[in-house]
């Protein structure tokens, strides 16, 4: 428990920074409608569920996101 209590100040803003991503890109999923591969349903899983190694929403912003 110890440890937990001493790494806090690193893993405060780690969780913050994720949030913060997964926020953004959530927003960029659901305000397009159009994709470069894959739907709406597939980036959104792909994002939450990957999302604590920010894996995610790197994929999707690097190969989902349409250029407009």
């Known amino acids: 428990m110890d440890k937990i209590i001493e790494l806090l ?7 913050i920074a994720e949030l913060v ?3 953004i890109t959530l927003r960029h999923i659901f305000t397009h409608t159009h994709y470069k ?3 709406r349903t597939l980036w959104v899983v792909v994002s939450i569920v990957l ?10 912003f690097l190969l989902g996101k349409e250029d407009a």
């Open 37 to 39: 591969r894959g739907s």
């Open 51 to 60: 999302m604590n190694t920010f894996i995610g929403p790197i994929l999707y």
């Open 9 to 15: 100040p690193l893993l405060i803003p780690l969780v």
């Open 21 to 23: 991503v997964l926020g």
